[in-house]
């Protein structure tokens, strides 16, 4: 007999579907970070709205890609590192080389990121406290290591930073209103342009939005929130309500930045501090800068977390601190974070090199994602319909171009 080929027919409630909503909140929290800001900010101080191009392609990249991902935790209650395992379990030779190779690019965009998240928080202490932030860094690094090391410390602090960072991202918000942007430039910047000498920014801007790991951290998690396929409604949802709203927050940045600092260079906190002074006035850089220490926090917990998924699953380690190897990868990965601190570099160059880093590993990620979820040994009847196989082709092939004229740019 064959296989019915038709979607869940359950019909859930708006209430059901706010209620259920989770794991995409999870994702926006993690990409939501020092980076975002930094990123944005710098290019609308650079290249005004001619980048909001990359915001838009971010969040139809993040919506098609993380809704794949949670999909596939779904469907197979395994994660993203779990099949991909499973899917090659016969071909050792290429199993070994995927895992490889998604590992070195997860351990080495973790790393990134963790830098860029200890930078972002070290910069916002230091614009409070004056302490130059290559001092901070490292000894936040290490109150990051004591708070993995304690898990109900996290939970408590990710629910008070959830609050600040969404204060944070209201202010923004209403800032761009304020300071009454062109709409009719706006508007010309969602075509795709890239000014001399922006491409770094480019991949910088969806590195910091698409981020690699997060596509294994919302599958585990979706896997873990919902248990039949025919909850996948749910999970849509969830994707497209969150990614929205963090592209929102990112795009806001960008065109307050690009309204009110405009030809300015941004090379501390207090420099992006003044997109907010027309709304904030002299309390711009002291909420700035508790803003940047709220999404610091934030990302610098989930980060290292997300790394520790992704080896687990491609390696068979327990999701817990009870397997020390989970527990040690933690730690490295902080480790290696503050050393990135500590090389001396100007703090937002740190910050807009890591999410460079995260936009050049991007399509490895991606291509691992589109290909298991359009397997039907691996999802059946759920896999990839044709128009998102074309839409996560695009996706791939656009990080790949990108992610290549990036490495070309340094040489």
């Known amino acids: 007999m064959a296989e019915k080929t038709n979607t869940p027919t359950k019909k859930y409630t708006l ?17 939501i970070g020092p980076g975002t800001v930094t990123s944005s900010t710098r290019a609308g101080a650079a290249y005004g709205y001619q980048l909001l191009w990359c915001v838009v392609f971010s969040v139809i990249a993040v919506i098609i890609m993380q809704g794949m991902a949670a999909r596939l935790g779904i469907v197979t209650q395994n994660g993203l590192a779990e099949n991909l395992v499973t899917e090659f379990k016969n071909r050792p030779a290429l199993r070994n080389f995927m895992v490889a190779l998604v590992s070195a690019a997860i351990i080495l965009g973790g790393v990134a990121y963790m830098s860029g998240d200890l930078t972002g928080t070290a910069i916002g202490i230091s614009a409070l406290t004056g302490v130059p932030s290559r001092i901070i860094a490292p000894i936040w690094g290490v109150c990051i290591l ?24 209201v202010v923004f918000c209403v800032t761009m209103f304020v300071v009454k942007p062109n709409w009719g430039e706006v508007l010309q910047g ?28 919302h599958a585990t998690s979706s896997r873990q929130t919902w248990k039949d ?37 941004v090379n501390s906190a207090i420099d992006m501090a003044a997109q907010l002074e027309p709304l904030l006035g002299n ?28 080896l ?26 503050i050393v990135g601190t500590a090389t001396g570099f100007n703090p937002l160059t740190i910050i807009m090199a890591a999410q460079a880093v995260n936009g050049v590993f991007l399509p490895v990620s991606v291509f691992v994602l589109l290909y298991l979820a359009s397997r039907s040994s691996v999802m059946g009847k759920h896999k ?28």
């Open 384 to 411: 990839n319909k044709p128009y998102q196989v074309i839409l996560g082709t695009a996706v791939f092939v656009i990080s790949l171009v990108i992610g290549i004229s990036s490495v070309a740019s340094l040489f």
């Open 229 to 265: 396929p025919e909850q996948i409604p749910l999970a849509e949802f969830d994707v497209r309500c969150s990614m929205i709203i963090g592209g929102f927050i990112t795009g806001a940045v960008m065109i307050t930045a690009g309204t009110v600092m405009r030809g300015m260079e």
């Open 146 to 169: 004591f708070l993995n090391a304690h898990q109900n410390a996290i939970k408590w602090l990710e629910k008070l930073l959830t609050v600040c960072v969404s204060v944070m991202a």
């Open 283 to 310: 309390l711009s850089v002291p909420f700035l800068a508790i803003g940047l220490i709220c999404a610091g926090i934030s990302s610098a917990v989930i980060t290292p977390l997300g790394v520790s998924y992704v």
């Open 15 to 31: 209430k059901d579907k706010i209620k259920a909503m989770g794991p995409g909140l999870l994702v926006v929290g993690s990409f």
């Open 312 to 337: 687990a699953g491609l390696f068979g380690w327990k999701l817990d601190r009870s397997d020390k190897r989970y527990f040690f990868t933690n730690v490295a990965i902080v480790l290696c974070g």
């Open 190 to 217: 969602v075509i795709p342009t890239v000014p001399g000498g922006a491409i770094m920014t480019c991949v910088a801007l969806i590195g910091t939005t698409v981020v690699p790991y997060n596509l294994f951290i």
